[in-house]
């Protein structure tokens, strides 16, 4: 296919469209195309298109291992996020159990200050139950000895008025032998 290419294009060059004989140093197109047989006679000859290919082989393999570097680090890279998204996930859930046990936490924490208020009130109740009872003892001993001081003011009124200067000598010597019987 190349072959026949190539002769077809030779055959339809302008210099067999030209006047006077072909082979000819005169004819600028048959000089031309002398100079280029020879330019790829030389290039031939010097082996380029052989360079060329091994360069362009060359180029192909570069390329062909830059791809296959490209799809091992594609590979290691997938392999990586996997892990990382992996690590994220068992991250999550660690955070999701901590939330879950402070939560838990911190309704434990909350029964019991419920539970310690409780306690707390009901010893101040029992506190302020106490100083009303304590209150009221007070109240009712200040009313009895109140009582009690009225009622021995109004008896030695009483007994004063009844009583002659002969009976209160006689019940105060009583009284001093009972105080000096118990002194002894």
Known sequence: MKKLSLILMLAATPAFAAKGPFASLYNTN???LLAFLLFVGVLVYLRVPGLLMGLLDARA??????????????EE???ILA???RKQRE???QA?????QAKKEAEIAAAKAIADLNASIERKLDAAQDQIASAQASAVKEVRD???QVAVEAAGEVIAKKMSDAEGNKLIDVA???VGDKLH
């Open 91 to 93: 991250v999550q859930e």
């Open 83 to 85: 892990s990382y998204e």
């Open 146 to 148: 109140t009582a009690i």
């Open 176 to 178: 001093i032998a009972t």
């Open 61 to 74: 393999e570069g390329i062909r291992d830059e791809l296959n570097e490209a799809k091992a680090l594609r």
């Open 96 to 100: 999701n159990r901590i939330v879950e």
């Open 77 to 79: 890279a997938q392999t």
């Open 30 to 32: 048959y000089v031309v």
